[in-house]
């Protein structure tokens, strides 16, 4: 059996002459022995509630419970156990809402050191993940707990910089019990300077319940008003918020409209000039574009019309503040069937049925066959993802990262859970953590093979005249040159990428300060 490592959970009430009782004080304890050292530089997480929030069958709600119990027998009184699904069957664990929340002591500690104290309220969180033994949670802060907002520095670091958001009504932990999860913080960190997407910061944790080692998880900042209110500067009571399949946050009329408005102009003559300035007008455009060609290019196969969603801000426009233009955008989550088939065409993944009926799907369906405009975007966006955001050099730079850190969190974390036999927990830990290493050498041979094929797809399925090319640049002077969307990193003063023929790009050149543009040389 894996030897579960454990902390020492400590729980105090007073009692006073008239047998009243005080608040629980809890106190969570490491001591950092041989085998609890291994935690000491981790972001570690203890979450403590009482036994019974988690594994009561009437209430709990980490167990398949009652509910579950009575739908397995009415369909074994019917005699219609193969159509049982324990997807749909009603666990405790798969509730939502505030029913569903239990109040839990979370302390979350930073290379040792309290970062976090406090009562919160804490759910099950995801779809098909809350099937495994090992589930993801949402915890939130509330008046009735103690406290409104939890206040934390965690998510402070190189890719934060000029934001400085500590507040936040909750977070998501995700839990890690295979490398595929994992790809969520690949996805994320590939792209986290790209402005079209919005992504939450995320960072690496392991989380101990009620004492005991849970596993490997990401610990994230959640995609709420709240977020959207601090990281771009907006007030949070005027953001709407959908998601996928409804409304997120905020007035449902607004999102009502959304979908109403892009099932109507998918019907429309999206090559008239007019017709698309309205489009421009009432969704951003780039972060329209940068939505497909991400999904797109990583071969996400779990997308479109699932993980992914949109946010609008509608109060007046904010002086110098592009974000309050009353447009919608858009953001892209949960990327674990992503980055898997380097041949995968992933145009055709977008006209399944239960794809196309979403309306801002059937949009860009009707822009990207029947407007130049955005079709010569998609595909220079895409070109721009192969070219400098998913090349090898920064593939290989990200993957020793991930070599280097992650490892011995993933093998832990898959070998708690696992229901395999080992012959030693020396010999476990060395097979998952190879295991480990080989999905991301797999990762990466997706991206080294992914543009060949891809150019391939794109070329056939958008019916393109022109076919890829080499685009060099060399610089004399001091500056930068903007292809695009990118900013390409430049060796020796020169710069090669792959571009279609017969589709117009935009370059721009950048001179450093004391510098001017002379110009252009063929």
Do not use: H, M, Q, Y
């Given at each position: 059996p894996y030897p579960v490592d454990k902390a020492m959970i400590i729980r105090a009430v007073a009692k006073n002459s008239k047998g009243e009782f005080s608040d629980i004080i809890t106190k969570v304890y490491f001591v950092t022995n041989q085998i609890l050292a291994k935690y000491q530089d981790l972001i570690v997480v203890s979450l403590v509630t009482n036994p019974e929030n988690l594994f009561d069958p009437e209430f709990g709600i980490y167990v398949s419970g009652n509910m579950y119990q009575?739908?397995?027998?009415r369909a074994v009184e019917n005699n219609e156990t193969d159509k049982f699904n324990p997807r749909w069957a009603g666990s405790n664990f798969q509730q939502k809402g505030k029913d569903w929340e239990r109040e839990t002591f979370m302390t979350i500690f930073d290379k040792g050191d309290i970062n976090v104290q406090q009562k919160v309220g804490l759910?099950?969180?995801?779809?098909?993940?809350r099937l495994s033994a090992s589930k993801s949670f949402n915890v939130f802060a509330r008046e009735k707990y103690g406290k409104s907002k939890i206040e934390t520095n965690?998510?402070?670091d190189k890719?934060?910089?000029g934001y400085s958001k500590t507040s936040y009504k909750g977070f998501s932990f995700r839990n890690i019990y295979n490398p595929s999860r994992y790809k969520d913080k690949i996805g994320r960190d590939l792209t986290i300077e790209r402005e079209g997407l919005t992504f939450p910061n995320m960072k690496n944790a392991v989380i101990f319940l009620n004492g005991e080692y849970w596993g490997f998880f990401l610990i994230q900042e959640k995609f709420d008003t709240n977020f959207i209110s601090q990281k771009y500067l907006l007030p949070k009571d005027n953001i709407v918020i959908g998601k996928s399949r409804?409304?997120?946050?905020?007035?449902?009329?607004?999102y009502n409209n959304f979908i109403y408005f892009c099932g109507n102009y998918s019907k429309k003559e999206v090559w008239d000039e007019k017709v698309y300035d309205e489009i421009k007008n009432f969704i951003d455009i780039d972060s329209f574009v940068e939505l497909f060609a991400n999904g797109l290019y990583t071969g996400n196969t779990d997308w479109p019309g699932n993980n992914d969603g949109e946010w609008k801000y509608l109060?007046?426009?904010?002086?110098g503040n592009k974000y309050s233009d009353g447009k919608w955008r858009f953001y892209i989550f949960d990327l674990d069937l992503s980055m898997s088939s380097p041949n995968s065409n992933t145009f055709l993944n977008i006209e399944i049925e239960k794809r196309i009926n979403y309306t801002y799907v059937q949009l860009y369906y009707s822009l990207v066959h029947n407007n130049s405009d955005f079709r010569h975007k998609i595909v220079n966006r895409i070109c721009d993802y192969a070219n400098e955001i998913c090349t090898d050099a920064v593939l290989k730079k990200l993957i020793e990262e991930y070599k280097e850190e992650c490892p011995d969190l993933m093998a832990n974390s898959q070998l708690r859970w696992s229901s395999r036999n080992?012959?030693?927990?020396?010999?476990?830990?060395?097979?998952?953590?190879q295991s480990y290493l080989s999905s991301l050498d797999s990762l990466y041979n997706f991206y080294v093979r992914r543009a060949n094929s891809f150019f391939q797809h794109m070329k056939n399925y958008l019916k393109l005249r022109g076919n890829p090319v080499n685009l060099t640049i060399e610089i004399q002077g001091k500056g930068k040159i903007q292809v695009n969307s990118i900013l390409p990193k430049f060796k020796n003063n020169k710069w090669t990428g792959i571009y279609f023929s017969l589709i117009p790009i935009n370059i721009k050149a950048i001179p450093e300060k004391g510098y001017i543009f002379k110009e252009w040389n063929r």
């Open positions: 009575e739908a397995w027998r759910r099950i969180k995801g779809a098909v993940s965690l998510f402070k890719n934060t910089e409804g409304i997120e946050d905020g007035d449902e009329d607004e109060g007046d426009p904010i002086e080992i012959r030693s927990l020396s010999e476990g830990i060395a097979n998952l953590k």
